[in-house]
């Protein structure tokens, strides 16, 4: 089976820093992404790990722990727009080009 | 970069009516496309994956008598809700895949469904 886990709520002052794990546990592992997506839009593209690490781009930067099955996106200096959802999403392994998504953080930045 | 048209953004119809979704990949050729629903406050559920010019794989608990997709050429997937219902009003949205690799994954701007 999939399993997908993130917050599903969190707040976070404007020019702080914020954290949003995911943890996850598939049949199959080829990728972990992280999507933002503000209401009522299709999810954009933030970032992508396939090796244990830090990926920064940014203001955002992307962990991930295959033994831990554990990711996180960091976001830095908040702004008033990263107000949104962000979605975590497990791409399957071969054969399968598939991803299952967690149902989402939403992620309110007050001022 | 690659881009993914979805029309209609939004749609209004009537009960025990047919609603036809269009994806579209304007500058590459999409091997795979997914179709996705998402309810609000919900995360996006896969419905059903396509490759062009074969049957469409769809996942348990969607009906696909009911939800008819066709992928007919490399460029465009289509997605009909057959005699739609109120409990069908959700946001659909497709996604398409180029290659192996975080770019394959293009999302469509998402279509906005309410049956009345």
């Known amino acids: 089976g999939q399993n997908i886990d993130q917050p599903t709520e969190m707040t976070a002052t404007e020019g702080a820093i914020v954290q949003i794990n995911c943890t996850y546990q598939t049949s199959g592992f080829n990728g972990l992404f992280w999507y933002q997506q503000h209401a009522g839009e299709a999810p954009t593209f933030l970032s992508y790990n396939v090796l244990d690490g830090l990926e920064e781009k940014g203001r955002f930067s992307s962990f991930l722990s295959r033994s831990k099955g554990y990711s996180y996106l960091l976001l830095k200096e908040l702004q008033m727009k990263d107000s949104a959802s962000y979605l975590c999403?497990?791409?399957?392994?071969?054969?399968?080009?598939?991803?299952?998504f967690g149902k989402g953080t939403k992620l309110s930045v007050i001022p | 970069g690659a881009v993914v048209s979805q029309h209609p953004s939004w749609v209004i119809c009537k009960s025990g009516t047919s609603v036809k979704i269009e994806c579209r990949s304007l500058?590459?050729?999409?091997?795979?496309m997914f179709w996705y629903r998402q309810f609000p406050k919900q995360s996006l559920m896969l419905m059903a994956t396509s490759n062009e010019g074969s049957k469409a794989t769809y996942e348990q608990g969607v009906e696909k008598d009911k939800f008819l997709i066709n992928h007919a050429s490399l460029t465009l997937s289509t997605l009909t809700v057959t005699s739609a219902h109120p409990e069908d009003s959700s946001f659909y949205i497709c996604?398409?895949?180029?290659?192996?690799?975080?770019?394959?994954?293009?999302f469509g701007s998402g279509t906005r469904l309410t049956v009345v």
């Open positions: 996604s398409a895949r180029a290659g192996d690799s975080y770019y394959g994954y293009t």
């Open positions: 999403a497990v791409k399957h392994g071969a054969g399968s080009y598939q991803l299952t």
């Open positions: 500058d590459f050729q999409a091997t795979t």
